[in-house]
């Protein structure tokens, strides 16, 4: 690998800390009748910026190698996981380089809803 792209790699600690600032762990509850249940529950990771860092998001999927970017609302732009799969390789990511604030809460209570 060459020094260019080296130094284009996002460190592990790096994404820690900005997925402190900018992240979230949500899990949205909705009535869906068509459901067997009657009910959608939707796990999700989410780091939101406005579209002029669209590049950062792009990088931190290209770290995560899974994932979506789209809009989120107006001029905000963000990086979304879904997906038991891939939540569990961000929860697993996480575990080992463990977030510094209360986030860290989310991210267990996430966890044990994907188990």
């Avoid at 068509?34 to 590049?55: A, N, T, Y």
């Amino acid at each position: 690998m060459s020094a260019d792209n080296q130094q284009e790699r996002l460190k592990k600690s790096w994404i820690v800390g900005f997925v402190d600032g900018e992240g979230c762990f949500h899990v949205s509850i909705n009535r869906q009748p068509k459901m067997s249940l009657g009910w959608q529950i939707l796990p999700e990771f989410r780091v939101v910026q406005h579209q002029r860092d669209l590049k950062i998001l792009h990088k931190i999927k290209e770290f995560f190698i899974c994932g979506k970017i789209c809009r989120n609302h107006e001029d905000r732009m963000e990086f979304r996981v879904r997906g038991l799969q891939n939540l569990n390789q961000i929860v697993k990511f996480f575990k080992e380089y463990p977030l510094q604030t209360s986030k860290q809460k989310t991210l267990k209570y996430s966890q044990k809803l994907l188990n």
